[in-house]
């Protein structure tokens, strides 16, 4: 019986210290930047990419999985115009916005995952669906919230992780 008491003591102290899980944000900012993820998923297979680049901030800038950076709307649009010419002449987008974390009122951070279906390599063979990972800073100006930064990540094993 002693050692039940103290198993539970043990359990009812461990509680008392710990953290609370995080639970997402809703409000003005996690609204706003869904309905910009939304539109973009619309936007994208469309293959609207002017709709896509207007998405960004006068400097906002978008970096590839690769590490590929491109800076400003003009040179989002013109890497979205060839990507959309050729591999992504027939892909589809689905993004999952997964946390919105409010910076400050006009600043919020988004993370969440993509799936991309039907793309090809530049000899047109399909490479399958490719899923990652994407964190969007966002800002919020007259006309509404848009795209500061974008960063895309493939999921990559790393080595020193148990698995």
């Not at 944000?25 to 990419?49: L, M, Q």
Request: aromatic share 8%; no cysteine.
């Amino acid at each position: 019986m002693t050692k039940i008491l103290t198993l539970v003591a043990l359990l009812v102290a461990g509680t008392a210290f710990a953290q609370p899980v995080p639970t997402p944000v809703h409000g003005e900012a996690d609204k706003g930047v869904r309905e910009v993820t939304d539109a973009f998923i619309v936007a994208w297979n469309k293959h609207d990419t002017a709709a896509l680049a207007a998405m960004w901030t006068k400097d906002g800038d978008h970096t590839e999985p690769d590490g590929r950076t491109v800076y400003g709307p003009e040179h989002i649009k013109q890497l979205f115009d060839l990507e959309h010419k050729t591999v992504f002449k027939n892909s589809e987008l689905n993004l999952v916005v997964e946390r919105v974390r409010p910076v400050t009122d006009d600043v919020a951070i988004a993370d969440g995952t993509y799936e991309l279906f039907h793309a090809t390599d530049p000899a047109g063979n399909q490479i399958g669906t490719r899923t990652g990972y994407f964190i969007n800073v966002m800002v919020k100006e007259k006309d509404g919230w848009k795209v500061s930064a974008s960063r895309l990540m493939l999921p990559a094993t790393l080595i020193w992780r148990q698995r």
